[in-house]
């Protein structure tokens, strides 16, 4: 059904408003927690490390050969690295020279709802509105735009380049799979998962004109990205002898082939991470939707360019992880998590009424926006840097470090997990050079123990059964024990 350009308009408007209230909302939460979000996770390896490597040789070296090489181009944190020689070294600093990356996160998000096969429907606005919040809403998502990681840009990128494909943008087309594969290798691999979509959907669609030189000729914008890895990998093996898994790493071993048990413990992985934090009911609805309205009349070509590139980038990221001994986390998959949010809004107001779609909208919201609060028990490993409950950890953090100081306990005494351990500059952005070990020594007097650390379930409990918990802080789901050794449980290394 038609409208009217009146009534296109004024839904514009009211679109346009909605991205304003999400990006002021964000940007200002970002902001105001700029000094409380340190560097989380994965991030302090592969964010922090490099990005104080440029610094401290003054980004007189380009290539980054430290201990945490993992492959990855550096580009993220050279650029972090020239903002804090030019503005000075903080978290504060750091995060507002982020924010690009969160507003071009949620305005290209935003972009891609109005990207819908029902935009001339006449519910426009609420098709457009339910398919953003939605997306934004979604855990791994909404967390990922506001922590200091390189996944922030990933998203941006990948967005981008998706927008980018539908509008038919070459040249944008180019610089969008050329920013994506300089990122990081996950964004390398996004960028071929989208270029093959790219191809497909031309081949698919252009029935008519399947000459080999219509097709040389559309697959033009995805060279220059190619012939930038091709010249990343050449100056990669050529200066250390190796691209993308370091052989003297201590994690070489994760790029090995997986055996028999660990693929299953993968494939059961990949299934949770894409049930986790509330898509469960995403994929609930869709799959009734698919057995009530059939699989024809929802996969169709006015929306092949969710699905299939839903499919494609899916099927490669099921190719790059479950045959392999490298861990995985939901963040890997925030890409496909956003195509299939959009796609799920799609066949509501599709197959629905206009009444029951606002209502099953908003309870699928609520749904996955509850997965924000989700919690399982410490000995179930949680993406926690893909859901907002791991926001107080910041908080508890802080309080068991104040505690620490208050009773005169140096930190080179103390040992800890994951996200934890290791120099206190490279969490906090400052010049402390204390380190709380990853492993308990023969100095090691207390751990600090945190269900944010995802430790093996051997561990936990001869930490918690064999030694004396002298104090706890908990905020929300998370928790932080103070615990004196008494014995060194297994599992630990003890030097």
């Not at 559309?218 to 890895?229: G, N, S």
């Not at 929300?476 to 599992?491: A, D, L, T």
Request: net charge positive.
């Amino acid at each position: 059904m038609n409208i009217s350009r009146e009534t296109k308009m004024k839904g514009n408007r009211k679109g346009l408003i909605l991205l304003f209230i999400a990006i002021i909302s964000i940007s200002l939460f970002k902001m105001i927690m700029a000094d409380e979000i340190a560097i989380f996770w994965d991030s302090i390896s592969c964010m922090s490390h490099p990005t104080y490597f440029y610094y401290e040789n003054h980004l007189h070296k380009f290539i980054y050969d430290g201990f945490l090489d993992n492959g990855d181009p550096r580009i993220i944190q050279f650029y972090l690295a020239i903002v804090w020689t030019l503005f000075g070294k903080s978290l504060f600093i750091s995060h507002l020279f982020f924010l690009p990356a969160t507003i071009g996160s949620i305005f290209q998000l935003y972009k891609l709802s109005t990207n819908t096969d029902l935009r001339e429907n006449q519910y426009r606005f609420q098709i457009i509105s339910f398919s953003f919040i939605l997306a934004l809403v979604d855990p791994a998502f909404i967390t990922q735009i506001i922590l200091l990681g390189t996944d922030v840009w990933v998203i941006f990128f990948a967005l981008y380049a998706i927008n980018m494909m539908i509008k038919g943008k070459r040249w944008q087309i180019s610089v969008a799979f050329i920013l994506l594969c300089i990122s990081n290798r996950r964004g390398m691999i996004i960028a071929a998962s989208l270029m093959i979509s790219y191809l497909i959907i031309y081949i698919t669609d252009k029935k008519e004109n399947r000459e080999i030189r219509s097709i040389i000729n559309h697959i033009i914008p995805t060279l220059p990205a190619c012939i930038v890895v091709i010249i990343y990998i050449l100056i990669r093996f050529t200066h250390q002898g190796w691209v993308f898994s370091n052989p003297s790493s201590s994690w070489s071993e994760t790029s090995e082939f997986a055996n028999f048990g660990i693929f299953i413990h993968n494939c059961i992985n990949f299934i949770w991470r894409n049930l986790d934090s509330g898509r469960v009911f995403i994929w609930a609805f869709i799959i009734y939707t698919i057995f009530k309205f059939g699989i024809k009349n929802v996969f169709t070509k006015e929306n092949r360019y969710l699905w299939i590139s839903y499919i494609i980038l899916q099927s490669v990221f099921i190719c790059v992880t479950l045959p392999l001994c490298n861990p995985f986390g939901a963040r890997y998959f925030i890409v496909q998590f956003i195509l299939i949010d959009i796609f799920t809004i799609h066949l509501l107001f599709k197959f629905y009424s206009i009444k029951r779609s606002k209502i099953l909208g908003i309870i699928l919201i609520i749904l996955l926006a509850s997965g924000n609060i989700w919690s399982y028990s410490e000995k179930i490993a949680q993406n926690w840097d893909c859901t907002l409950s791991h926001l107080s950890f910041y908080r508890t953090r802080k309080n068991c470090l104040d505690y620490l100081e208050k009773e005169g306990i140096e930190l080179r005494e103390v040992a800890s997990g994951f996200s934890i351990y290791g120099k206190q500059k490279y969490i906090f952005i400052n010049d402390d050079e204390r380190e709380i070990s990853s492993c308990i020594k023969d100095s090691t007097k207390y751990y600090i123990y945190s269900n944010i650390c995802n430790e093996k379930d051997e561990f936990i409990d001869e930490l918690n059964h064999k030694n004396s918990v002298i104090k706890e802080f908990k905020k929300g789901n998370i928790f932080i024990k103070v615990i004196k050794i008494n014995n060194v449980p297994r599992g630990t290394n003890k030097n």
